[in-house]
């Protein structure tokens, strides 16, 4: 399974930002894509998921002001952030779980927000 991200750069504080993860090459269904943020020097967190059923979940430090959404015919998973702040700067990836047993991990985006 491949996965792809885009839609990194620089914002400016207070801004927005889309990104977008393609997942190809699956055998099975993809049952899960999330999103993750890894911060110089820190470990990787998560940001965002979704599930099949659609359930979501999103990290405290987003909540409120960023939307994952998924399209299940082109596996593609969208994270949308608003009110972009510094702290929301690092290296984001994404995760997907084919069959619910293989992860797979993109090389990731930069996102760096900054005046």
């Known amino acids: 399974v491949q996965v792809m991200e885009s839609g990194g750069g620089l914002v400016q504080p207070g801004g927005s930002l889309r990104l977008s993860c393609v997942a190809s090459?699956?055998?099975?269904?993809?049952?899960?894509m999330g999103w993750f943020r890894q911060a110089p020097g820190a470990e990787r967190e998560l940001v965002a998921e979704i599930m099949y059923a659609g359930v979501k979940k999103y990290a405290d430090s987003v909540k409120g002001r960023s939307t994952i959404s998924r399209d299940m015919i082109s596996n593609t998973a969208v994270l949308e952030i608003k009110d972009l702040k510094p702290e929301d700067t690092g290296v984001y990836f994404c995760?997907?779980?084919?069959?619910?047993?293989?992860?797979?991990w993109g090389q990731g985006t930069q996102v760096t927000v900054s005046s």
């Open positions: 090459g699956n055998d099975y269904m993809i049952n899960y």
């Open positions: 995760k997907v779980i084919e069959n619910g047993l293989s992860n797979y």
